[in-house]
Every structure is written in C-alpha cells, then in structure tokens.
C-alpha cells in the first residue's frame, strides 16, 4: 500500500534553515508529482510545492519561492524540501502528497503523517 | 483562487445527511475541485475529485455536485466515523483549500 513518511521537521529560529525529507513506497515512484503541503491553526491548509516526475518543472507558492527548494531522488524513492530564510508565520505540520496533475493544478490522493516544524525564537 | 466553505460548523447526529458548500471567486476550470475528510490527530483524505469522481474505497454515502464556482458535498447518512473537518481544494490554477467545514455531533 501506498506509504508517505516524513521527516526532519523540529525547532529552528526565524531566519534558519531546515531540510525535510519525505520517503515514498508501495507504487511507481517516477510514475507521480509529489508535493508539500502544509497545514497551520491560523492559515489552515496551503499548497507550498510540486514536482514533476523527473523533477525537471517545479512550481512554489508565492509565500515560499525563493526561500524553499524542492527535490527528489526517483532512486532513492524519496522528496526533499530545503527550506531557508525560515519565518514565524512557516510554523505549520508539513505534509508529503502524492499528487495528480491536471492542466495547470495538482490534488492529493496519498498523504504522509506530517512532520511539524516550530519556527521560533 | 479563494474558496469560502459553508457553514464554518454543521452540528448534527448519526444517520442525519449533511450538505457542506465550497463557493469560488472565479469559475473553476474543468471543475477541478476536491474534497478531503480530516479526523482529528490524522492527515486529510481524498473523497472526491473533478467535483463529483469519488476516490477509491470512499463509500457512496458521499457524493459530489456542482460546477463553475459552486461546489456541494453531500453525505447521506452520517456514519461516527464521518464526524470531521472536511475541505475543499481546487486545482483548476495553482492549488488553494477552503477554510474546511466541521462536522460534529
């Protein structure tokens, strides 16, 4: 069965960095986009990023473009999002999502758990 | 894209029918609209796609409608397990969510 885990989320201080790692198993990894999403009490959920299958064409929210960078290792089956310049308002359980693209947007039929990330001083 | 869920909370009982509404600022293309069940403590789920096309293993108490920038999401019977927030996402354009809905007893 499809399984997303991820990892590296923590406690930084506004203007670090941070490096989350999301694992992938039980299907084709090169087959789908992978995205994060984020979700915070105060924001609610908010697309962040996606990736096309070789990872050739990623697109940013505009609230993280230039600040975060994503990637995958399809030999590796895994996601990676490096995430610096870090603010206050990035506190949020960031979660991994398989993703299904259409025209110009993606959804999310397979998430992880989610790993939390506290941006604080 | 900003999409406005109704109502912010639906207190109800098992066996009832729910009717949650996602409306859009601009018509959505192709109706590219998904609904996701959040239970407290867990990650969302896919139900629905393209406004209507349920997901996989979703049962078919759950139902789909709308098009343009009005979007329903009906349950036909409330089942314990289907108390939850759920929302909305369109992807017609770069993803956004609705504010979600909480189902409640």
């Known amino acids: 069965q499809v399984q997303l885990v991820e990892s590296g989320g923590g406690l930084v201080r506004p203007g670090g960095s941070l490096r989350l790692s999301c694992a992938a198993s039980g299907f084709k990894f090169e087959d789908y986009y992978m995205s994060w999403v984020r979700q915070s009490p105060g924001k609610g959920l908010e697309w962040i990023s996606y990736i096309r299958f070789s990872g050739d064409t990623v697109s940013y929210a505009e609230s993280v473009k230039g600040r975060f960078t994503l990637s995958r290792d399809n030999g590796k089956r895994s996601l990676l999002l490096q995430m610096n310049s870090l603010r206050v308002d990035d506190t949020a359980v960031y979660y991994c999502?398989?993703?299904?693209?259409?025209?110009?947007?993606?959804?999310?039929?397979?998430w992880g758990q989610g790993t939390p990330v506290t941006v604080s001083s | 894209i900003v999409l406005t869920q109704s109502p912010g909370t639906l207190s109800l009982s098992p066996g009832e029918g729910a009717t949650l509404t996602c409306r859009a600022s601009?018509?959505?293309?192709?109706?590219?609209l998904a609904w996701y069940q959040q239970r407290p403590g867990q990650a969302p789920r896919l139900l629905i796609s393209?406004?209507?096309n349920r997901a996989n293993g979703i049962p078919d108490r759950f139902t789909g409608s709308g098009s343009g920038t009005d979007f329903t999401l009906t349950i036909s019977r409330l089942e314990p397990e289907d108390f939850a927030v759920y929302f909305c996402q369109q992807y017609g354009g770069s993803p956004t969510f609705g504010q979600g809905t909480k189902v409640d007893i």
């Open positions: 393209a406004a209507s």
């Open positions: 601009e018509t959505i293309r192709s109706n590219y």
């Open positions: 999502a398989r993703s299904l693209f259409r025209v110009a947007g993606v959804y999310f039929d397979h």
